[in-house]
């Protein structure tokens, strides 16, 4: 029983993290229909300005995710007004655009912070072990499990309960007709993608204690988050916590048993057969054709 | 503009020609690819990866190899000619290694190349040195049970890395091991040549088990690890996993004094990318460390920092970088200028020995593989290691150790 109950809450650990990574992509590609390949680059900027924050100005990684979540935002949103704003009548062309966009950024910071790997210092306080339910876990992880938690209520607080957000559901339902009723799509989309890097760059900034820093970081997180979108479904917020609790828990349980080599296969495959039978993923909402 | 029958066939004669003439230029060059040291010049090829995942690594090594050229250059060179590096970026990609290698040996005619770091891209550029009969110098640790005549190995080799390290383990820490590995060829041997060895002491391992390279999720593991209660965590994770295995080991609350993790690949470089905090506690066994007090090392880490940069680390990979290069200069100085070609080199190089910064070492002439000695330390919360265990003897190479019916010599494998 204490074996079941440890391997799900370490599950839900590992779920915190995908969903973390995938939040700020699901956004993007499920309002925007913009396939964002440069969503790791984002993460692994987010997680270089934790570095540099706590390397030359000697901040904590809890003071630095603030600004790092504006820094790597301000970038996303000049990354939209430069590229992605030009490209909205043909989405497919975004994939080669941002793909290109994280190949620079990753030279750009292997050419300025150099290939070696780094490493930010975990919180003082939680570099420790606590117990939940007779278990011990990493009192870290369930900063970051509640970090998901609230970062998720805000997102979803943005979309459903603000204005923007309003705006945000309508341009997405009729692009053209909302235009017509004078909403601004284009500085909503600009804000969308800021948004969305920001998400990204904070979960680099939070992963980055656990995990090593380096310029080719990002590449293993965008398509982790890729299946934690298309298994949920687009434009699903909720889908995507459903499919990130699922191959969180399922990565956990198999690694357990087995190993991760054959948890991560086993994965892939359970995500190729979900596809095949449920192409619209897990949980899509319904929408009006 | 119509073209004549006749000027086509000109053009063409005379384009084969030019072809054949740069293409196979043993034909017409007399001697071609035995007289490789024209003009006081010796050519030798650097292969290690400056980009790409490894550069991170194979950055060092190179660094070591170039310090080594230069110091040998700028103290007259070898009978007076000058060793000249040709540095290729084989950017991580084995693919990549070979066509270089090919480079270097068939149009930069190099006498030798010094290179790579995984056994990937070692594998990659084998055939090469075998079809041109050529010589390759190879720094790093690996997991044996390779027997060539064109490879110089100056890392060291299971037997050397563990034969001291899994009986002190056992005596201090108990019998049950978790082995924990990357998942590829070099955990899998060390992982058996590690079972014989506690099959002989009568130890015990509770749990084996690899991670797909680039692994950084390792919660599930440490829930293993909790429930199996090891004594020793036996680690052959390589590359940024090592850092993450670290540091997810730490935040767990696991402590290393009663389950510390023992590896055969956390060298100083690795200890300064997860932080001295997270390694602190853990064994390391290998030839070489940082800290190791001799003349010889002095002068190599001052001369690095001094040439690199004062923050920068060296470690058991790049001090045979270093040292393989002064090993070749002393094969070559037996040679006259006209004989300098690999062969000549690897005979030359059989049996010699020199003071390393590690101590004395030497190629043993039957297999091709160096004498060494094997340390095993503690890494500290300041990013160094303390060595507490020096090996009293000079250990012999054994690439075959794991498998007692076979044995590497000067004339290939041979099973008994």
């Known amino acids: ?89 043909r989405p497919l062309d ?94 909503v989309f600009g804000l969308t993608f800021a948004y969305g890097a920001g998400l990204a760059g904070l979960a680099g900034a939070l992963v980055a204690p656990l995990k090593s820093v380096s310029p080719e970081m990002g590449t293993g997180y965008v398509v982790d988050a890729f299946f934690v979108v298309v298994l949920g479904g687009v434009q699903s917020l909720f889908g995507t916590v459903g499919s990130a609790f699922l191959l969180g828990e399922l990565t956990g349980v198999i690694a357990y048993i087995r190993n991760d080599t054959i948890a991560k296969a086993l994965v892939l495959l359970a995500i190729v057969v979900l596809i095949r039978f449920r192409p619209q993923g897990l949980f899509a909402v319904r929408v009006r054709s | 503009m119509a073209i004549k029958r006749r000027d086509f066939l000109k053009a063409t004669a005379a384009t084969g020609a030019v072809a054949a003439a740069a293409g196979f230029p043993h034909i017409w060059i007399k001697d071609y690819g035995l007289a490789r040291a024209a003009n006081g010049e010796i050519k030798v090829g650097v292969l290690f990866s400056l980009t790409g995942t490894t550069a991170i690594i194979e950055e060092s090594l190179n660094k070591a190899t170039i310090l080594a050229i230069e110091e040998i250059n700028n ?54 040195f075998e079809r041109r009969n050529n010589l390759y110098w190879y720094p790093t640790l690996y997991e044996g049970r390779e027997c060539s005549k064109n490879v110089i190995y100056t890392g060291a080799v299971p037997n050397q890395q563990q034969d001291e390290f899994i009986p002190w383990l056992f005596k201090n820490f108990g019998p049950k091991f978790y082995l924990i590995g990357s998942n590829y060829i070099y955990p899998r041997e060390e992982n058996n040549y590690c079972k014989k060895l506690l099959a002989e002491l009568g ?178 919360s300041d990013g160094q290691f303390e060595v507490l265990v020096e090996s009293s003897e000079w250990i012999a190479p054994d690439p075959y150790a794991a498998y007692p019916n076979q044995q590497c010599t000067a004339s290939g494998l041979v099973e008994s």
């Not at chain 1, 941002?98 to 050419?111: D, P, S, Y």
Request: proline fraction near 4%; aromatic fraction near 10%.
């Open chain 1, 1 to 89: 029983m204490d074996i079941v109950l440890q391997q799900l809450i370490t599950g839900l650990g590992i779920a915190a993290v995908l969903l973390l990574v995938a939040l700020g992509l699901a956004i993007i590609y499920g309002t925007m229909g913009v396939i964002n390949l440069a969503h790791g680059e984002f993460v692994m900027l987010g997680a270089y300005g934790a570095w540099v924050l706590n390397a030359y100005f000697g901040l904590g990684l809890l003071a630095s995710l603030p600004l790092v979540f504006l820094g790597v935002a301000i970038l996303g949103w000049l990354v939209e007004k430069g590229v992605i704003r030009h490209l909205y009548e």
């Open chain 2, 203 to 380: 130890g015990e391992v509770v749990e084996e088990e690899y991670v797909p390279l680039g692994h950084s999720e390792f919660s599930s593991v440490i829930n293993k690890i909790r429930s199996t209660q090891p004594n020793v965590i036996f680690s052959t994770v390589v590359g940024d996993s090592v850092v993450a295995l670290h540091r997810q080991y730490r935040s767990a609350g696991l402590d290393p004094e009663k389950m510390p993790m023992a590896s055969l690949t956390t060298s100083e470089n690795e200890v300064a990318a997860m932080g001295g905090d997270a390694a602190a506690g853990h064994f390391t066994s290998a030839p070489y460390f940082m800290v190791h007090q001799s003349p010889e090392n002095e002068k190599f880490v001052e001369a690095y920092r001094k040439r690199w940069g004062a923050d920068k680390v060296t470690h058991f990979v790049s001090e045979p970088s270093y040292f393989q290069v002064y090993l070749f200069k002393q094969a070559v100085e037996k040679l006259a200028p006209s004989d300098i070609t690999p062969e000549n080199i690897r005979e030359a190089v059989k049996g010699e020995e020199m003071i390393a910064p590690q101590g004395r070492v030497r190629i043993e002439p039957e297999n091709l593989h160096t004498w060494l000695w094997p340390k095993i330390a503690v890494a500290k």
């Open chain 1, 94 to 187: 975004t994939i080669l655009a941002t793909w290109g966009i994280g190949v620079m950024l990753q030279q750009i910071v292997r050419l300025t912070a150099g290939g070696e790997l780094r490493y930010v210092q975990m919180p003082a306080a939680l570099g420790h072990s606590t117990t939940i339910l007779g278990v011990d876990v990493s009192a870290y992880r369930v900063f970051i499990f509640l970090t998901v938690v609230v970062l998720f209520a805000v997102t979803w607080l943005l979309m459903y309960r603000t204005t923007l957000g309003m705006k945000l559901r309508a341009i997405v339902q009729d692009r053209s007709i909302a235009n017509c009723f004078g909403i601004n799509s284009g500085r």
């Open chain 2, 75 to 128: 103290a007259g060179g070898i009978n007076g000619m000058k060793i000249v590096p040709i540095v290729e970026d084989p950017a991580s990609d084995p693919a990549t290694f070979a066509d270089k290698a090919r480079k270097l040996v068939v149009s930069d005619q190099c006498v030798s190349v010094f290179g790579s770091y995984t056994s990937a891209s070692r594998k990659a550029v084998l055939p090469v």
